[in-house]
């Protein structure tokens, strides 16, 4: 512990990188405490005039030369979506077979966009993609250069407010067997974040990996998104709610006469950096 106290008081902050020169350390401020800089509230407002904007890219039609399938249960998946995130008081705006362009436009568009009078931003991407990419209709994009748009420097109206990410989407051709187991079981008081602070992607795999999807009901991952969201909204912080989102789609087996593809299993992955819980408003 007087190891943890001695670096938690030092006066100086330094990158993790090459050593400076003198020049350069000069340039390096002077760290102080957190209490000192600002009060850490535990919890995200909530109490602004609207919840915020829910933006659904529902990609199922791609062009030949990409190669890409036609993603049957999406529109299952969409109606979830809209359902779900409408409950919860967002306005749901919709978009369906959108181009790498047309995704970016859309996206930079409610980047834009004034959001003083909201809570937070939720956009819920459903299409093919690879680690790191999604396709649009004619091919993939970065997903960062999407997400990147929201940043506390390019999106101010949404700078300290969560920014959300639900991603629907292959990161990989990596297939899961599964493994038996035993087990069972106040915003005036800060002045300076991260740009990258108060973002949270949750990926309906893990990296490499292929995510799956029901050719009637939908993918496994919107599925259970949607049924834990309604089910405990109310009552649970959003990482909780995600945990059990994890857990629903760990009992999923793929069935597939093809018997590489029989029996598979997937788990989503969550990227929080998010500063504070996540609650609903009742």
Not at 109 to 137: A, M, Q
Not at 205 to 224: C, E, H, L, V
Not at 249 to 275: R, W, Y
């Amino acid at each position: 512990m007087a190891d943890i106290n001695r670096i938690m008081n030092t006066s100086n902050t330094v990158p993790d990188a090459k050593k400076l020169s003198k020049s350069e350390g000069k340039s390096i401020t002077v760290s102080k405490s957190v209490d000192s800089v600002m009060q850490i509230d535990e919890s995200y407002r909530m109490d602004y005039p609207e919840m915020g904007m829910c933006i659904l890219v529902n990609n199922k039609n791609f062009h030949p030369a990409t190669g890409m399938a036609y993603r049957s249960g999406t529109d299952a998946d969409a109606a979830r979506v809209v359902d779900t995130f409408r409950i919860l008081g967002y306005a749901v705006k919709p978009y369906n077979d959108l181009t790498c362009r047309q995704i970016i436009d859309v996206l930079q568009n409610v980047s834009r966009d004034d959001h003083s009078k909201r809570n937070s931003f939720v956009c819920v991407l459903l299409s093919h993609g690879e680690d790191g990419l999604i396709y649009g209709t004619d091919g993939p994009v970065e997903l960062k250069i999407l997400t990147s748009l929201f940043r506390g420097d390019r999106c101010k109206t949404l700078a300290g407010k969560p920014k959300l990410f639900f991603i629907q989407a292959c990161r990989g051709t990596d297939l899961d067997c599964g493994i038996e187991t035993d087990s069972s079981t106040d915003e005036n008081t800060c002045h300076r974040i991260p740009v990258e602070a108060d973002f949270l992607y949750a990926y309906s795999t893990a990296p490499g990996y292929y995510s799956w999807r029901n050719s009637s009901d939908g993918s496994w991952f919107i599925q259970s998104l949607c049924v834990m969201l309604k089910q405990y909204a109310k009552k649970l912080e959003l990482m909780h709610i995600l945990t059990r989102v994890n857990s629903k789609v760990a009992e999923f087996s793929s069935c597939s006469n093809q018997p590489d593809f029989h029996g598979k299993k997937q788990i989503p992955c969550i990227v929080s950096m998010l500063t504070k819980d996540f609650y609903f408003p009742h």
